[in-house]
């Protein structure tokens, strides 16, 4: 027992030795975001994980590796995140601390790469007319045509979602999926996960694609694309919410996948593993 309780104390000094880590890369260059202290994030995050456990409630401190921490860490921070906003979790993975990028968090990214950035989203039904086209010299999608009637969103029968995306030189782009590509992202989930999307699946859908819309102007944008100091607000803050219930923008598809470097027998283990995430508020499904 003291020798857990040793283990755990020498892993809590983690969080300075990151915060080191970072310190050292910014002297040669190393950029961080404008809005972003990673210093209160890093110790706000050691101090979140002392209530993070596995699914045998053995906390991470215990049961996870030192470099799986420091990675976690360190991949926080040079995301710009704070999982004390929600903006990731970390998780238990077998040995492993991992950190996974919340619904909050991709859009507050994609709100770094462009200050017109606004998550909007919405649901096509049977019933609903719509028509798009595609660009051919751009690639670019545009919706020509969307209509609804209260009988087509009564019906409940949803085909598709779409978002809209606005980069920072101001073009539009739509991303759109079909509900069965919807459900393949859904499946990756674990069965409460699943059981949530089954229940309030317009939420859960608009969730998704505008996930993955922001995913796709993040990951094009160019390093210098990122807005200038002096055009970011104080607290950059963003409401993803504006088109996702509060109550549904917190639940997670994250994927139970086993870390590539574990071993065979972790593997086996890991797969077992449930998505232990820091406490809410409120009750969450898992």
């Known amino acids: 027992m003291a020798e857990t ?28 975001p404008a809005d972003y202290n990673y210093v209160n994030a890093i110790k706000g995050a050691m101090l979140l994980l002392n209530d993070v456990k596995n699914k045998d409630r053995v906390p991470a ?33 077998g040995d492993q601390l991992c950190l996974e990028e919340s619904y909050f968090g991709t859009c507050l990214q994609a709100r770094r790469v462009s200050k017109n950035y606004e998550p909007i989203a919405n649901i096509i039904y ?10 051919p010299e751009t690639g670019r999608k545009r919706i020509v045509e969307h209509t609804q009637t209260l009988e087509s969103i009564d019906s409940g029968e949803m085909i598709g979602a779409y978002a809209i ?14 509900m069965s590509q919807i459900k393949k992202s859904w499946a990756k989930s674990s069965s409460s996960q699943q059981s949530v999307h089954k229940e309030f699946p317009d939420q859960m859908a608009k969730r998704t694609v505008i996930k993955r819309a922001a995913k796709m102007l993040i990951n094009s944008a160019l390093s210098e694309n990122t807005i200038p100091d ?26 139970e996948v086993t870390p590539a470097e574990a071993a065979p027998v972790q593997k086996e283990e890991a797969k077992k593993e449930e998505v232990v995430k820091q406490p809410a508020s409120e009750p969450e499904p898992f």
């Open 126 to 135: 049977k019933g609903d007319t719509f028509k798009f086209e595609v660009n």
């Open 5 to 32: 309780k040793n283990q755990m104390i020498s892993k809590a000094d983690i969080g300075n030795q990151v915060i080191t880590r970072i310190d050292d890369l910014c002297k040669v260059g190393f950029t961080m």
């Open 61 to 93: 401190l215990s049961c996870c590796t030192p470099n799986s921490i420091s990675t976690a860490l360190f991949k926080m921070a040079t995301l710009g995140l704070d999982v004390t906003k929600k903006q990731a979790y970390l998780i238990v993975r």
């Open 230 to 255: 002096d055009e970011l607000e104080p607290n950059n803050e963003l409401d993803p919410t504006k088109q996702i219930s509060p109550d549904y923008a917190e639940y997670e598809e994250v994927e």
């Open 165 to 178: 995306v606005t980069n920072d030189k101001g073009e539009t782009d739509v991303e759109i999926m079909s």
